[in-house]
C-alpha cells in the first residue's frame, strides 16, 4: 500500500483558498480534510465537526496538556489548532491529509514531521489580491489594508514552503495542486521501498 | 516569462525509457530534448543530429577542452556527453530541457547545477524488468543478467535522484512526468519573483 502524505495548504485571506480546497476535495474523494478546532465562536452556516470543531478554551488546554493537537496558534484573540489523530488515522490508512493552516502551524508542523510538504496559495498579483478583498465587500478600507500587510508578511515567511500555487484561475490552482499531489509521491523514499520490498 | 529548467531523466535498459520519452515529447511540443554527442557508431536507422551528434575521439576531446559539454561519461567503451550550447539557449527562452543521461552524468550535472530536477524511471519489479530485457530478444542470457545487475547498482545510485517514475504502464509514467513537470515550475525561487517583481 502506498503511504499517506500530509499537504499543507496556507494562503492570505481573500486570495480563494476555500474555493480552491472545495474544488480539489470534490475532484478527489479520496482526500482526508484536517478539520481544525478552534475556540471562536461559530459564524452563521457553520457547523460543528464540519468547519470547524468548536470548544471552549479550558478544552483547547486540556488537548494542549494531553498532546492531541499536532499544532495550534492565536488568530486575532482566537486559538485554533490541528487534532492529531485524525492526521494520524489517515495516513495509516493509506490517504492523503490537508491542513488548511497559517504560516505559523505549518512551521510547527514541519519541524515535528519533516516530511510534511507546505503549499502557499498566492494571488497573481498584490493589485488582484487588493481587488478580491474589496470585492468581498465585508471589509472596511482599512481592515483590507491591514489584511494586505499581513498577506506580504505571510508571504516572506512563505519562502521556505516547497511550493507556491498561483490562484489566477481555480482550475489552473486545482491542476497545480494535483500535480503536486502526484509528484510528491514519485519521492524516492516511497518508490524505492515499492520496487525493492 | 517563466524560467526554462532542467529536467534529467535516468534509468536501466530495457526499461522502456524511451518509449515513455518519446511519448512525452509528443505530447508537449514545447519541451527541448537534449541531442547528446557519441564516439560510438551509429547504429542501422539512427540518424546524425536526431538520434545522437556522431563523433570522433578527438573532436570529443575538443568539446572538453573548450568547455563545451556539461557533463560526459564512458559507456560500454564509448564516450557519450550533453552540448552545454542547446541546453542553455532552450533555457535563456524559457523552455524547459530535457536530458536523457545516465546515473554517473547526472551527478556531473546536478554538482555543476544543483536547481537541476533528476527523475530515475524505474520497473514496477526487477522480475518485470528480466522480463523486458528478455522480450526484446537482442541479449544472450549473459547480457541480460549483466544489464540486471548493471541496473541495480545504477538504482543503489540514484537514491539521491529527486524522482522515481515507475514505468508500469506509458500513459502512468507519462502522467507522472507530467505532474513532476508542472511541480517544479511552483517552486517558491520562481514564483516568488513572478508575483512580487
Known amino acids: 500500500m502506498r503511504s499517506g502524505r500530509t499537504f499543507i495548504i496556507s494562503g492570505p485571506s481573500g486570495v480563494g483558498k476555500s474555493t480552491v480546497l472545495n474544488a480539489l476535495l470534490a475532484r478527489h474523494t479520496d482526500l482526508a480534510f484536517s478539520v481544525?478546532?478552534?475556540t471562536r465562536n461559530p459564524r452563521p452556516g457553520e457547523q460543528n465537526g464540519v468547519h470547524y470543531h468548536f470548544i471552549n478554551v479550558d478544552q483547547f488546554r486540556?488537548?494542549?496538556a494531553r498532546h492531541e493537537l499536532l499544532e495550534y496558534a492565536e488568530y486575532v484573540g482566537n486559538f485554533y489548532g490541528t487534532p492529531k489523530q485524525f492526521v494520524d488515522d489517515n495516513m495509516a490508512r493509506g490517504r492523503d491529509v490537508i491542513l488548511d493552516i497559517e504560516v505559523q502551524g505549518?512551521?510547527?508542523?514541519?519541524?515535528l514531521r519533516p516530511e510534511t510538504v507546505r503549499i502557499f496559495i498566492a494571488p497573481p498579483s498584490w493589485d488582484e489580491l487588493e481587488r478580491r478583498l474589496a470585492g468581498r465587500g465585508t471589509d472596511s478600507p482599512e481592515k483590507i489594508q491591514k489584511r494586505l500587510v499581513r498577506a506580504k508578511v505571510e508571504f516572506q515567511m512563505a519562502h521556505t514552503y516547497d511550493y507556491f500555487v498561483i490562484n489566477d484561475t481555480v482550475d489552473g490552482a486545482v491542476r497545480e495542486l494535483e500535480a503536486i499531489l502526484i509528484a510528491e509521491h514519485c519521492r524516492p523514499r516511497e518508490r524505492m521501498e515499492m520496487i525493492d520490498g
Chains 1, 2 share one sequence.
Not at 505549518?106 to 519541524?111: L, N
Open 36 to 38: 481544525s478546532a478552534t
Open 62 to 64: 486540556e488537548m494542549i
Open 106 to 111: 505549518a512551521t510547527q508542523v514541519h519541524t
